[in-house]
């Protein structure tokens, strides 16, 4: 249903039916608005936008994520662009404006007011990545000293304008955070009683140069829909909320998934991201990848006059690669995974390799029997057994190589989901065909 | 630090050193004790539990997954054990007892309250990983035709037992669902004014029977802290919370990113699993595509005269089955993701492998370079000529094959993330080998 009407969409952009856009628009709320011009070629993005109303515009807008929301921007005239500024999040128009291209930043930055400018200003001073650039600053700040009856009246005056007020930091005179109340505690208690008597002193709180990924799982593990944030000396500076958290997740969620096949991340919309821009993100590994890959190439020179000599040892050169491989890529996933949830740290490393050790060995005796079996129907019996005991130690192999990597990677502060199945695969394909000859020439003693 | 700290509580229970862990309890917050116990062998993780205060039992116990809770209670007495089971959120409760051996579930339910139990027995009724398993029943409705003073009242009287305060269903006579109010829009606005006028009626909503993955992406669009859940006839009948949307999402997440390996989810720490579990996982597949990989085995026997004239052609075989497999782990995983996050849609499908049928071939163009150089240096220049062709087809081939599997899983009603790289990569190992030993042939003129 959605599928089709968004169809029409394009069409009607074609066909100019402007009562058509303005009809579908208010029949659909601002996220699937941004879905639908997401997906759409670029040059007609800007006709329905334009036809938004003024406040869905700005929601509309936010949906978007930066590549797009710039190529709106570029359509508008200055005044729509500088009163679309205006009226967005902070943490939203500085995450913007410091991806935007230096030309669309400066117009940007020019036609803030000077409150906004400066708030935009302390957010884009925070590293890219780090909590800073999510958090908003916008929130009701109550001190520890008020009554809840008060701090009601201070949220009702300034709730408006806050991103949040389910979460209300709590401060002492330095402005330090004390901790938080949430606004349903202040609900239900009695109107006399004192901020300082129920304000949660134990909530988990993050610096503003800590990463933003990490802030994110820890909401979800406190089960917070806002994380205070402070600087160096403990200070409240901002707020980070679920929904900043949940797209964190989601996105590095998305960048290990790339990451794990070798790929860069892109950003943008899949539907309208450009040939070179997905080959672009593609084939830095893959060319990596490639060049280690000769390797195999070295390993099976050495080999050529065994090759020679019996030929049938090459029918199992993509069985016993390729089945190294999937092993090593599972032991992998297993592990970034497990790292980027929290559930294996480095000091895991020993019990980790012993574990996928003898979960590699498992395996392997069981893969073994069936290239057994294949083996000897189609081979002499000596390549078959070969075969065999092969498999069980690349299985092994693999698995201990998979695990420890991304540990290892870790230790040296490299990104884990870096060691992706491909680079584990091409390292085992290597190594495995070392283990694979080795053996096949003791067995047939050439 | 808290490393250290976690050896030190498995060595305290070791010691039986009861103040110590106390100690330890009482420094940290429910989920990073949750954490510890998870990671800890079964036997011990009773002990700290016992030890906590009553509150902050059922707080870390929360935190726990499943198959950890069912541990838990395994270690306690009936009182205990019922006392935990009385005051969870019966939307954990439920999960709880869906997933715990029959032995476990008929005791916790016989010890319930009749309310309780009658809450747990609806949500039981709905489909596994759907919306009505996650959902909590316990919110505070409000009809529409209330004063917002008075739903202030209303939120004050009973928001004590409820999940969640922020977001408020608004019911009509029948209960069926009119929207829903924010706490803080009530908070702001005059104690005259009505619930109705100031309802958000077009808010989404879900089914209870639709799946919960869905929905939990959907808050995540719409950004909503809790999203209103209904029955078949628009009847509010529970919420589902931001925290539980973080968890399907995580879950989800994890569950795509194993199956990108090939390998099955593994409920449970990873720390904590056993060996034969994980190996378990991950079998069914490697067996599979071990089965599939003799595919490789048939073709090259296929080619096994020509193999014999030119031994070299072997030497080559990895590079061009590993890049191949890369190439098409790149597509099927972005499609996969895109897939996931909403991006792409089935009917994108000859859009979408038109789109990688560009990106394979100049990613293959780019390393059938170096590929060429690489077998210049070591065989006769006619291998290394079909070695480079062969690139440009199989990555091709790779893409096209990666990108258009997961669109027609899930055209036929399989879930897309079983099209893994692993199962991309075997498939085009097979037909990767046909292309190069074809085109051998020609080049060579054999």
């Known amino acids: 249903m959605a599928d089709e009407r968004g169809e029409d969409l ?74 679309l500024l205006e009226e967005m999040d902070p943490d939203d128009r500085a995450r913007l404006i410091g991806e935007a291209p230096a030309k669309i930043a400066t117009r940007a930055l020019a036609g803030l007011s000077q409150a906004e400018r400066r708030m935009t200003a302390a957010l884009l001073g925070y590293p890219e990545e780090s909590v800073g650039r999510y958090m ?4 009701v700040v109550l001190h520890r000293d008020l009554t809840v009856g008060r701090a009601l009246e201070v949220v009702r005056a300034k709730g408006a304008d806050a991103e949040t007020v389910y979460i209300l930091p709590v401060v002492d005179d330095g402005r ?26 134990f909530v988990p709180r993050v610096r503003a140069t800590e990463p933003a990924e990490g802030a994110a799982r820890l909401m979800q593990e406190a089960n917070l829909v806002a994380l205070p944030v402070v ?12 929904d900043d958290a949940l797209e964190l997740i989601e996105a590095a969620d998305s960048e290990d998934i ?17 040939v070179p821009r997905l080959a672009r993100a593609r084939v830095v590994w893959l060319l990596l990848l490639i060049v280690a890959s000769t390797l195999t190439v070295t390993v099976l ?10 030929t049938a040892l090459a029918l199992f050169i993509p069985m016993l690669t390729g089945t190294g491989g999937n092993v090593g890529s599972q032991s992998a996933t297993a592990i970034v995974r497990a790292l980027a949830v929290g559930e ?10 012993w574990k996928e050790c003898r979960v590699g060995l498992m395996l392997g005796c069981v893969l073994a029997l069936i290239a057994l079996t294949v083996g000897l129907l189609v081979v002499p019996g000596g390549v078959a057994v070969a075969v065999a005991i092969s498999i069980i130690a690349i299985c ?6 998979g695990s420890t990597m991304p540990l290892l990677a870790r230790r040296i502060g490299v990104d884990p989901a870096v060691v992706s199945a491909p680079l584990v695969t091409t390292l085992v394909d290597a190594t495995g065909l070392l283990i694979y000859f080795s053996v096949a020439r003791m067995v047939l003693g050439i």
Chains 1, 2 share one sequence.
């Open 10 to 83: 394009t069409q009607m952009i074609v066909d100019n039916d402007l009562t058509g856009i303005r009809l579908w628009l208010a029949e659909h709320p601002p996220y699937e608005i941004a879905d639908e011009l997401e997906r759409m070629d670029a040059r007609y993005m800007i006709v329905p936008f334009r036809l938004l109303d003024k406040d869905r515009e700005l929601e509309v807008f936010e949906e978007l994520d930066p590549v797009h929301q710039q190529e709106i921007l570029l359509g508008l005239r200055d005044s729509a662009f500088h009163e």
């Open 136 to 139: 908003t600053p916008e929130t």
């Open 176 to 201: 330090r955070l004390a901790g938080i109340v949430q606004l349903s505690d202040l609900v239900v208690s009695d109107d006399d009683s004192l901020v300082k008597d129920i304000v949660d002193v």
């Open 231 to 242: 600087d160096s000396e403990e200070r409240f500076v901002g707020l980070l909320t679920f």
């Open 258 to 274: 790339a990451r794990q096949s070798a790929a860069s991340p892109v950003a943008g919309h899949y539907v309208s991201v450009t």
């Open 301 to 310: 020179t050495h080999f050529e006059a065994t090759l020679e000599q019996v």
């Open 344 to 353: 294996v740290r480095v000091r895991d490393l020993p019990g980790v390799a």
């Open 396 to 401: 092994t192999w693999a698995a201990v190589i």
